[in-house]
């Protein structure tokens, strides 16, 4: 019982940062409209589609700019005031949810038009993503809280994976997708205001004197030459690439595998959430990052493996208790690689590092989502899943091989303790 108490004030311990408070509540809410907007694009697609490779399509226009631009992103990151440049993505975010919601409420809505719209997420996505991780970091006070503070902002993101969707379905089921879209565009007025109530001392910032390309060559040189990084930036290229494309077929899954409609996909993909929130809990209660990289390890194999499980499940509550594996393994994967990360980064390089986090986090799943949604067409989604699952238990063993077989983790520890 004691043991239990002390992790649940370690799991809490950065709620008493009132700026990470602050942040977390605008997020959240924010967080919430984004994963019904989310449900809705690729119900609204697959309504006027009927199609599995525009599904994959449409989520490759909503993340694949990422790739290209989250590494320039990530170097604006470190050169410009961090808070400033998050009000101006929540703004034009903003802006593209209410004009989606109009179009789709006064039924002018066409298919090139969300597909337009939702190219332009993802590139203000690019810039919005790596800047929203360096400035956790550097709302933190001491460098020992950092982890908590991004377990706990996982907690946050994945809690909302399981309340966006639900509400989703409901309110498509009820009113139609532009409902959905109009609460998302509102939904940024709460990180508006937490940006505006959160006071922060002056940044140090360095007088930049080298060129922009130049400190993007040095980001590249920094994440190249230290290994145990590198490492971990691969696997969660090949999972993100190969793995994560499940999300679009979620709603073949519900519509033709378990014969159900938007309620189905929303409980399908919140179930994800609660696996996720499950996780996030369990990673801000640890104290120190010794043991992630076996925790990253693992999770990539439960991952792959709980995608082979879904793929053969014709009943309802497996595939849920499934979805709630995969959601526990992805995020102790993702969450464990972003606090492995950002624990040994130094300050300086956090924005450009952050942003070839961004680029294999979100950068490599649309190239997945087009191949998934492609080959689903072609040869059916029960065996893409089995490909993807069995993929990605193959990158954790060689990632095992690269970690450990290579005894590359005995200089981690010792690097730790000297940033």
Known sequence: MAASYKETLSAAKALGNRNLSLFFIGNGISLCGIWMHKVAVNWLIYKLTGSAFMLGMVNCFGQFPTFFLAPFAGVLADRVDRKRLLALTQ???MSQALLLAAMTITSSIQTWHVFLLTLMIGMINALDIPTKQSFISEMVSSREDLAN?????????NATRFIGPSVAGLLIAA????????????????????????????RERTVHSVHFFTELKE????????????????????????????????????????????????FLTGATGGGAVLAALWLASRSSIKGLLGIIALNAFLFGLSLVILSQSQSFM????????????MTALIAGSNTFIQTLVEERMLGRVMGFFTMTFMGMTPLGSLWAGLLAQKIGTQVVLVLSGAACCLGSLLFIYMVFLRRQKNGIYSEIKTR
């Open 91 to 93: 703004i034009l975010l």
């Open 149 to 157: 503070a991004i377990a706990l902002n996982s907690i946050v993101g």
């Open 175 to 202: 009113f139609d997708e532009g409902a959905c879209f109009l609460i998302n565009g509102l939904s940024y007025l709460a990180m508006l205001a937490s940006l505006w109530a959160i006071k922060l001392p002056p």
């Open 219 to 266: 980001g590249i040189a920094y994440v190249y030459e230290f290994v145990s990084i590198k490492n971990v930036l691969m696997l969660l290229a090949i999972i993100n690439l190969i793995g994560m494309p499940f999300m679009v077929l979620l709603p073949i899954l519900a519509g033709e595998m378990l014969h159900g409609g938007p309620h189905t996909l929303g």
């Open 318 to 329: 497996l595939s849920v208790v499934t979805l709630i594996l995969t959601g526990f393994s």
